[in-house]
C-alpha cells in the first residue's frame, strides 16, 4: 500500500484520511524545519521488522522542504504516511501532537521526535510489550556531531545501527552510553527492571501509549507549546492510574545532534512556573488539551472503523 499525503492548515480541525486495512501501530513523529533529520528517522521506520503501522509526521509550520522530503517517502513507502501541518506562529508541539493523537487510526501509539533513530526491532518491541494502564518510556544515546553526520540514509540501511556497529558509533557518543550494554544477551530486560531514582516518565523522543488512555487525561497541555510537556504528560497518566515502563535498554534510540534554540531556557523556565503553580486533576484531564467532545468523536470514529 503506497503512502498517502495530507496537508492541513487549520490547527484545531482534525484531518482524517481513509486506507484499506486499519493499521496496529501510529507512529508519531513530531518535525519542525529539519528536513534532514526527519528524511532518517522515515529511512529507521522504513526497515522496521514490524509491518502493520503507520506513520503520522505531526509538522509544527516547516517550510515546504518538510513536506517535499514527506512527498518522496510517501510515493514509495509501503506503509500509510499522512502530513499534518500547522501555521509556524511560534512552538506548539504539544498541539500538534494532540492533532495527531486525533487523527491515528490505530489503538495503540509511538510517539517520536524528528531526530530520533530506532533500531529496526523498535516496533516490534513496542506492539509485543504493550500492556493495558501502561506507557513505555523508551532511551536515548545522544551522538556526537561526527556521527550524526555519517548516518545519512545510504549508512542506515546498510545496517549502522544494527548490532556492534551501533555500539561502536554510540560510545563516542556525548551521553547515555550505558544503554548500549542493552546489547549485551539477557542483560537489556533486567537493566529495564531496576528501580529509577525518579521513576518511569514519559520520554518525548521515544514513548509509546494507548490511544484511549491519552484521549483519557486530555493529550497533551497546549498552553506549554513546547517544553516540559513530558513531565506534564507523564504526571497526568500517573493520576490516572497508569504506570510506565521502561524500555531504554531494550530499545535505546539514537539522538542526532543539533544546536538548540538560544530561548529555550527562557521558555523551560516559564513552563516550569506554571506546572509548579498547577494541580492536575484527580482524573489526569487537562482542560487545555483535547476536549471531552473531540474525544469522544474520535472513539466514535474509531469503533465504526472497527465495525467496517
Known amino acids: 500500500m503506497v503512502g498517502a499525503i495530507l496537508r492541513e492548515s487549520s490547527a484545531t480541525t482534525p484531518a482524517t484520511t481513509a486506507h484499506s486495512a486499519t493499521p496496529t501501530l501510529s507512529v508519531v513523529v513530531c518535525t519542525y524545519q529539519n528536513p534532514y533529520a526527519l528524511d532518517r528517522v ?14 503520522l509526521v505531526a509538522d509544527d509550520g516547516s517550510a515546504s522542504a518538510t513536506a517535499e522530503t514527506v512527498a518522496a517517502f510517501a510515493a514509495v513507502a509501503t506503509v500509510p504516511v499522512v502530513h499534518l501541518w500547522q501555521a509556524d506562529i511560534g512552538p506548539r508541539k504539544c498541539t500538534i501532537q494532540n492533532r495527531a493523537i486525533l487523527t491515528a487510526r490505530a489503538s495503540y501509539l509511538v510517539l517520536l521526535d524528528g531526530d530520533c533513530l530506532l533500531p529496526r526491532h ?23 556531531a561526527e556521527a550524526s ?43 529495564d527492571l531496576l528501580p529509577s531514582r525518579h521513576g518511569i516518565g514519559w520520554r518525548g523522543g521515544h514513548s509509546s501509549a494507548w490511544r484511549d488512555d491519552l484521549l483519557a487525561v486530555g493529550g497533551f497541555d497546549e498552553r506549554l507549546g513546547l517544553g516540559l510537556e513530558d513531565k506534564d504528560l507523564a504526571r497526568r497518566l500517573r493520576r490516572h492510574g497508569l504506570r510506565g515502563i521502561s524500555i531504554r535498554h531494550r530499545v535505546p534510540m539514537f539522538h542526532l545532534d543539533h544546536e538548540r534554540p538560544a530561548s529555550r531556557a527562557a521558555r523551560l523556565e516559564s513552563n516550569r512556573r506554571l ?20 474525544a469522544q468523536q ?3 470514529a474509531a469503533a465504526a472503523q472497527r465495525r467496517g
Open 42 to 55: 522515515l529511512a529507521c521506520l522504513e526497515r522496521q521488522t514490524f509491518r502493520g503501522f503507520e506513520i
Open 122 to 144: 523498535a516496533l516490534a518491541l513496542h506492539h509485543r510489550l504493550r500492556r493495558p494502564r501502561r506507557w513505555l518510556a523508551g532511551g536515548s544515546i545522544l551522538l556526537g
Open 149 to 191: 553526520t555519517k548516518l545519512d540514509r545510504e549508512a542506515i540501511h546498510a545496517g549502522m545501527l544494527d548490532g556492534l556497529r551501533a555500539w561502536a558509533m554510540a560510545w563516542r557518543g556525548k551521553r547515555s552510553r550505558r544503554l548500549l550494554f542493552g546489547l549485551l544477551p539477557g542483560v537489556a530486560r533486567l537493566a
Open 275 to 294: 506546572l509548579e503553580a498547577d494541580t492536575p486533576a484527580a482524573s489526569g484531564r487537562t482542560a487545555f488539551g483535547i476536549s471531552e467532545e473531540a
Open 298 to 300: 474520535a472513539r466514535r
